[in-house]
């Protein structure tokens, strides 16, 4: 069965950088996932999306993280990264890995069926 692992995270000041690694294994159909993206949840609100590349490779970005974090996968989507540069408090939550078979929208949570048990940023003043 498909599996999602990711790690990388840890507690850094603001300013500092990370980054989050997602080892995706299981799949068996030539091209699958076509969407793979990282989401993150802090206590108390839902969870979001961060970025996600979608059926034609192209990547997106919440407008909180642009400029800041940049998603990447290898050829074989069989890791996929998040860089995180420039972090800030606000970017403290758990993060996940997800992907989907097909989504329309790589950064809505509801387009994904395969999910990572995730990985804490914290990030301090």
């Known amino acids: 069965h498909v599996q999602l692992v990711e790690s990388g995270g840890g507690s850094v000041q603001a300013g500092g950088s990370l980054r989050l690694s997602c080892a995706v294994s299981g799949y068996t159909n030539i091209g699958w996932p076509y969407c793979m993206g990282w989401f993150r949840q802090a206590p108390g609100k839902a969870r979001e999306g961060v970025a996600g590349?979608?059926?034609?490779?192209?990547?997106a970005a919440a407008d909180s993280v642009k400029g800041r974090f940049t998603i990447s996968r290898d050829s074989a989507k069989t890791t996929l990264f998040l860089e995180m540069n420039s972090l800030k408090p606000d970017d403290t939550a758990m993060y996940y890995c997800?992907?989907?078979?097909?989504?329309?929208?790589?950064?809505?949570?509801?387009?994904?069926?395969?999910w990572g048990q995730g990985t804490q940023v914290t990030v301090s003043s």
């Open positions: 997800a992907t989907g078979v097909y989504c329309a929208n790589v950064l809505s949570p509801s387009e994904y069926d395969t």
């Open positions: 590349i979608g059926t034609n490779g192209v990547a």
